[in-house]
């Protein structure tokens, strides 16, 4: 599994406008409704908020991995958004986030929602990722800085 290969230009969001996590919440889920990834807004909503609700998914270095489970998720629904200021997410290192990537899986098959997961972790621990891809001036810099890492 690949990164590039789970995310759609149209799925990628540079210059995120939110200060907060709920605002980005809504933020990327108006991104996934606009490309027709989502339908049901308010279940994508109450699966990134229960999940959060657990424990933040602001990993630290700048980088934010909000995910969760949806009904309508047939295999996986993945965005990214960038933001240069940073967003106050309550992360783990109490830093902002830059880079957000929001996954939803489908449920009952856990496979595919843990190895993606676990790409995103693979690719983001390369050192200066997070910062190249905060830079990036649009969604194509951005696949390209994620396959260049692949």
Partial sequence: MKLSDLLKPGAIKVGLESEDKEEVFEEMLHVLMREGMITDRAAALKALLDREAKMSTGVGDGLGIPHGKIEEA????????TSREGIEFDALDDEPVHVLIVVFAEIGNPGPHIEALAEISRVFMIPGVTDEIRRAADAGEVLDIIRKQE
């Fill in 74 to 81: 047939k295999g996986l629904i993945v965005a990214l958004g």
